[in-house]
């Protein structure tokens, strides 16, 4: 199926009957780019991301990931696939300190702990975090929560990330930071998916900006 | 149809004691029947039957079954209906009493969906004009708002658990129990910080800033609320009496 990572064909969905979010829309997604979903609020933008992940299920139409049906595929093997950061941070977050946020999933997913101690040691390096390693999460401020929960998806290395609004909350050093390492990771291919109201940082790091009004692609521009 | 806010929710809220107290402690499955049909009418004349209902309770089908089996398994009493050789495995008091325990349980449910036509806050002010101290009914209008908060919550986190690429359909037993450690933890705490934190929203907006708290609202009780109290209390009171004259009802 081509280049793309995410299809999303001639789908329907709404959360109350005869109210439909998005009729017929379709959209696809490439790998290696990084596409910046804009739009206002309630426009339908976490919403298309929660169809792509399989959360929520269209009536109609289809979604593939990587050529896979998303109805062939649990949302284990999607999270395999996608690395996701909630717009709240506080749900993804489980473990007892800073690192055990990063580590718990390793004893589940059967994944050699010597590579995944050393891939956090250098993901909270990377993220400018080493000083909180044996913090507990509730402590963090919200921008620091949604720093460690972008490394924690970062952590089993997906093939594409999707970010819900990854820099409100953000104090000018960590959206550098943060930018810097999408860049890093964009450098070995990984593309991603960000929703952001923040224009600037769309301009700056988009291949492509997708505006989105009531369901609809409003504009789609590629640099 | 009765209208939803005509009745007074402190009769609601006594009808509701009275048909759930009689449903615990009666054995007649007569008056249990009379109790579920009373229920399901005053539901549908308050409007909040729907059909969805029993389409709701079709899971206590597996409970009234395993409830018939168990008590037919262990206990002497009663005449066989199904037996394996020597081994009794269904009864007809299995079944009777596996069709009390749903009947019990269906009854206390719906009479308590009686007490959700009401809204929270008219329920508030009828407990408070039951006298029960304000922040005793507060506490439990916030316990019952928290609940789909909470589910919600926990919605999301099994939602961020698999995301992390953990399929739960292919965990052993022991590790999905270890799952849930990982998953109450944070839950817990969770909501001892939103309890925490809204304590301190109370406090700025004056709760309990000044002793004998006034209320906008007032409710008064309607001729209907009287004969509804009265009979409900009528019917209670024969049951009781009828047990204590023939020592079982």
């Not at chain 1, 709240?88 to 690192?99: K, L, R, S, Y």
């Not at chain 1, 929560?145 to 594409?160: G, N, Q, V």
């Not at chain 1, 990330?161 to 810097?180: F, M, N, V, Y």
């Not at chain 2, 004349?45 to 168990?70: C, D, E, Q, T």
């Amino acid at each position: 199926m081509d280049d793309a990572m995410i299809k999303i064909d001639r789908i329907s969905f709404g959360y109350k009957k005869g109210e439909e979010l998005f009729k017929n829309f379709s959209l696809s997604l490439n790998m290696k780019e990084i596409t910046v979903l804009l739009g206002r609020n309630g426009s339908g933008k976490t919403s298309l991301t929660k169809i792509i992940l399989g959360i929520l299920k269209p009536p109609i139409g289809e979604v593939w990931i990587k050529g896979t049906n998303i109805k062939e595929l649990s949302l284990g093997q999607v999270g395999s696939i996608i690395g996701y950061v909630f717009q709240n941070p506080d749900h993804q977050i489980f473990g007892a300190t800073v690192m055990d946020q990063l580590l718990w999933t390793a004893d589940f997913l059967g994944q050699d702990k010597e590579y995944i101690g050393q891939k956090a040691n250098s993901l909270l390096k990377d993220f400018d975090i080493e000083k909180l390693v044996d913090i507990y999460p509730y402590q963090l401020s919200l921008g620091e929560k949604r720093i460690l929960t972008l490394a924690s998806a970062m952590i089993s290395d997906p093939d594409y990330l999707i970010l819900d609004e990854p820099t409100s909350s953000l104090d000018p050093d960590r959206i550098r930071i943060l930018s810097g390492y999408i860049r890093s990771i964009h450098k070995k291919g990984t593309g991603a998916l960000i929703i952001t109201h923040d224009k600037d940082f769309a301009m700056e790091w988009g291949d492509r900006i997708i505006t989105i009004d009531e369901g609809k692609i409003k504009d789609d521009t590629c640099k | 149809m009765i209208h939803v806010n005509s009745i007074d929710p402190r009769t609601k809220l006594f009808f509701v004691a009275m048909v759930s107290s009689i449903a615990i402690i009666t054995n007649d499955i007569m008056v249990l029947i009379g109790l579920f049909v009373l229920s399901i009418v005053a539901l549908f004349l308050l409007g909040g039957f729907s059909i969805s209902l029993f389409y709701r309770f079709r899971k206590l089908l597996f409970v009234i079954l395993a409830i018939a089996l168990v008590q037919s398994f262990f206990t002497s009493q009663g005449s066989s209906i199904l037996q394996i050789g020597e081994k009794v495995i269904l009864t007809d008091f299995g079944i009777l009493r596996a069709v009390q325990f749903a009947l019990r349980i269906t009854i206390v449910i719906i009479s308590s969906l009686i007490l959700i036509t009401s809204s929270s806050r008219n329920l508030i002010q009828g407990l408070l004009q039951f006298k029960i101290p304000y922040e005793i009914v507060f506490m439990l209008s916030i316990a019952a708002k928290f609940l789909p908060i909470l589910r919600d919550e926990m919605v999301n986190k099994v939602i961020a658990m698999q995301l992390r690429g953990i399929d739960f359909n292919r965990i052993g037993l022991r590790k999905k129990i270890a799952l849930y450690r990982y998953l109450l933890f944070p839950v817990t705490i969770n909501s001892l910080l939103k309890s925490k934190d809204m304590s301190v929203a109370m406090e700025m907006r004056g709760f309990r800033a000044m002793d004998g708290r006034t209320s906008y609202r007032s409710l008064k009780m309607k001729n209907v609320d009287y004969i509804i109290i009265f009979f409900s209390l009528i019917i209670g009171l024969s049951l009781v009496v009828f047990k204590i004259v023939k020592g079982g009802i």
